[in-house]
């Protein structure tokens, strides 16, 4: 089976600027997750879907980051206007329910902010 | 408040030497889910071995174990037999309850295998 897709793998922006992050799951997966890794630490959740709607996004901060999971398939991830704080690679799973035993990662998406 | 904890940030083994990496976590749920996973320096995330709360036995997966102490609320990945290619970052994480709830994930050790 084809795995997570995230694209793109890199972008280097100015900060104040905006973008976005793109999320497709595996086929039929139906939680999808959003987690953010600075450098040295762990992931951190952001957000996560369920289906089309959101279950958690208790750390999102929602004054400049949303997310949105269209169709309950594949999902964006927008940042705007982006601090230089926001460096970090955006990493995407989906698992088949959230009480599955597997989260499937992607590649994840690299934003460095000048 | 931090519900997982990684006191190892950094770790070293003897190639085809057994090592541990600890994690503690905290929980009043009585249903959890505990995951470890490994990220090369490649950037991707690898799922390794999963154990559930109410699982009886201790979860293994080749060279991997989970030394799983419900009572001291602890889940320790055992590597056994080390190779070079187990040289990575190490994470533990967590899932409450059944269902619907987030995955939260541990500082993280780095474990450096010695040939």
């Known amino acids: 089976e084809a795995g997570v897709a995230q694209s793109p793998r890199y972008k280097i922006i100015e900060k104040r600027q905006s973008v976005a992050f793109w999320c497709n799951p595996i086929s039929g997966h139906a939680t999808l997750y959003w987690y953010q890794q600075i450098l040295g630490q762990g992931p951190k959740l952001l957000i996560q879907?369920?289906?089309?709607?959101?279950?958690?996004d208790s750390q999102l901060p929602k004054d400049r980051f949303s997310a949105e999971r269209l169709k309950g398939v594949d999902s964006t991830l927008k940042i705007q206007p982006a601090k230089l704080e926001d460096s970090a690679v955006y990493l995407c799973?989906?698992?088949?329910?959230?009480?599955?035993?597997?989260?499937?990662f992607g590649a994840g998406s690299r934003l460095t902010v000048l | 408040a931090q519900k997982i904890t990684q006191t190892q940030p950094g770790m070293f083994v003897q190639e085809k030497e057994a090592v541990t990496l600890d994690c503690t976590y905290d929980?009043?749920?009585?249903?959890?889910?505990l995951f470890w996973y490994k990220q090369p320096s490649s950037g991707e995330m690898i799922f390794l071995i999963y154990?559930?709360?109410?699982?009886?036995q201790n979860a293994t997966e080749g060279r991997y174990s989970l030394n799983f102490q419900k009572a001291r609320k602890s889940a320790n990945l055992v590597i056994s037999a080390s190779q070079l290619g187990d040289s990575a970052m190490y994470f533990c994480a967590m899932r409450e309850g059944p269902s619907y709830d987030k995955v939260i994930f541990g500082p993280g050790t780095s474990l450096s295998v010695i040939p």
């Open positions: 154990q559930g709360s109410y699982d009886q």
């Open positions: 929980t009043s749920d009585p249903s959890y889910g």
């Open positions: 879907f369920q289906n089309n709607g959101v279950v958690d």
């Open positions: 799973a989906s698992n088949l329910w959230s009480g599955a035993n597997v989260l499937t």
